[in-house]
Nanobody, 126 residues
Framework: QVQLVESGGGLVQAGGSLRLSCAAS????????MGWFRQAPGKEREIVAA????????HYADSVKGRFTISGDSAKNTVYLQMNSLKPEDTAVYYC???????????????????WGQGTQVTVSS
């Protein structure tokens, strides 16, 4: 059984930083790519960042480029999202997910992922 457990969300002031973690079990990061998505109230879920298996390639949404960094630790089977220079518009529930496919690429569409974490709230105050 695949389980993803996110942690690290919280309340932070604009300009601050948070680091999200996603610990996976039942599916290894060295075989399957992973991604971080977010969903704000009244909005559709969107990709934030994606990473290929073992971390060789990464992708970022334009809105977070230069501020967020996705990384992974194969030994711990954990993926991280370091979020710096946070803005109020970053406020959302953040979800990690593991890809359906074990290829060398990364994936940016939510239907390309089949297991999801429970989500962690990130709130950025102005």
């Amino acid at each position: 059984q695949v389980q993803l457990v996110e942690s690290g969300g919280g309340l932070v002031q604009a300009g601050g930083s948070l680091r999200l973690s996603c610990a996976a079990s039942g599916r290894t990061f060295s075989v399957y790519g992973m991604g971080w998505f977010r969903q704000a109230p009244g909005k559709e879920r969107e990709i934030v960042a994606a990473i290929s298996r073992s971390g060789g390639r990464t992708h970022y949404a334009d809105s977070v480029k230069g501020r967020f960094t996705i990384s992974g630790d194969s030994a711990k089977n954990t993926v991280y999202l370091q979020m710096n220079s946070l803005k109020p518009e970053d406020t959302a529930v953040y979800y990690c997910a593991t890809a359906r496919y074990s290829s060398i690429g990364y994936y940016t569409r939510d239907y390309e992922y089949d297991y999801w974490g429970q989500g962690t709230q990130v709130t950025v105050s102005s």
